[in-house]
């Protein structure tokens, strides 16, 4: 048994200050005394939080996903527990299905040995495109773009997690029909140039997520609602890049609102995190890292270079919103979106002791999983 003292704990509605909190390979308690004989484990009045949870992740210190290196993938992981970050989708990008398929087959074969490298663990992949609408490409490589193929996801459905698609694309959305009935994989808009009554339609057939909200989609307007405007009208999660770029800060509360526990933080980092500024590449393609800001050659915005855990602390510094919440939209929220949050996502007796501990501004000093230290300061 140990024993974290010291600590201001956030669970999923609150924060704790003053109590001890249990564990082994799992959440035991929280406790007003430290257990005769346990390890103890000093907070030094520091935050103690569960380990996040990031579903959209590209790359980190110079890899990509779409490397197809085991080398890589182990780097990224690496990478990012400093972060704090328990589990993670690796992302890949539309390129040739060649590179996708090989990515994927190497994330499934890493997947087992994640468990217990110090480093976050792989829940799966997170296929964006290349089931893609070439108006609202973004970043991504238009002569990649197919049509979805509901096949290729069962194939791949121990592994792919999340698949994001535009589902204008889909004719009278089979495909996103036949991979909700047949797996559980999570079936995302985005890339779409949808209007508000396809996107609509579209959540009542299997779409379940937005990929990156308001970023390549068709834009909330007061006559033309647009796929923003579905997925706030529906019941759907939602991501959102929070490094105050890619979104204004003034709309975080907004969406909390309106989404709740259905909005999850994420990163759409790039190879370029965690390193200086300058140019580096993402599927093939040529982008450049300055400041806050990654673009393609052209100007096209591309992902972030943000740290989760960054993330959680631009939406609580930016807005009125408690961080407990912002936390849960890190964790407890994206573990739900995945159908896993019996077993990880929250600070609660019986699931997995992913926790982190971080000082007071949310600086990660200690990322433990399953009852574990992968990193520390």
Not at 238 to 248: A, G, P, S
Request: glycine fraction near 10%; aromatic fraction near 6%.
């Amino acid at each position: 048994m140990r024993a974290i003292i010291n600590g201001r704990i956030v669970l999923r509605d609150r924060i704790v200050d003053g109590a001890v909190l249990l564990y082994d390979e799992k959440i035991r308690g929280i406790s007003q005394t430290v257990p005769e004989g346990a390890e103890v484990i000093d907070a030094c009045g520091g935050y103690v939080a569960p380990g996040l949870i990031d579903l959209h992740i590209h790359g980190y210190l110079g890899k990509d996903v779409c490397d197809g290196d085991p080398e890589s993938i182990r780097t990224i992981a690496s990478g990012i527990v400093a972060n704090g970050v328990t589990g993670f989708l690796p992302t890949t990008m539309t390129v040739d299905m060649k590179v996708i398929r090989r990515a994927l087959e190497v994330c499934r074969d890493l997947k087992e040995e994640s468990k217990s490298w110090n480093g976050a663990a792989i829940l799966g992949c997170h296929a964006e495109g290349p089931f893609i609408n070439a108006k609202k490409k973004g970043a991504q490589d238009e002569k990649y773009i197919l049509k979805p193929d509901a096949a290729f996801v069962k194939e791949y459905a121990d592994i792919i997690k999340e698949i994001t698609l535009a589902p204008e694309t889909d004719d009278d959305f089979a495909a996103i029909r036949e991979i909700t009935a047949d797996t559980d994989v999570l079936v995302s808009m985005g890339h779409t140039d949808a209007d508000y009554d396809t996107a609509f339609r579209a959540t009542e057939n299997g779409v379940r997520h937005a990929t990156h909200l308001f970023n390549a989609m068709t834009a909330l307007a007061h006559r033309n609602p647009g796929v923003v405007g579905a997925a706030m009208n529906t019941d759907v999660s939602v991501e959102l890049i929070v490094d105050t770029f890619h979104v204004n800060p003034a709309l975080y509360p907004i969406v909390a609102a309106l989404k709740g526990d259905k909005l999850c933080f994420i990163t759409d980092c790039l190879p370029a995190g965690g390193l200086p500024e300058g140019q580096y590449t993402l599927g093939g393609q040529v982008f450049v890292s300055k400041g806050i800001e990654c673009r393609l050659l052209d100007g096209t915005i591309a992902g972030s270079i943000l740290r989760l855990n960054k993330g959680v602390w631009n939406v609580y510094t930016n807005s009125d919103l408690p961080l407990w919440y912002c936390v849960a939209c890190a964790s407890l929220h994206p573990a739900a979106a995945l159908g896993i949050d019996s077993a990880k996502g929250s600070i609660e007796v019986g699931k997995d002791a992913d926790i982190i501990i971080t000082d007071g501004e949310f600086n990660v000093k200690k990322t433990i999983m399953g009852g574990t230290v992968r990193y520390e300061a």
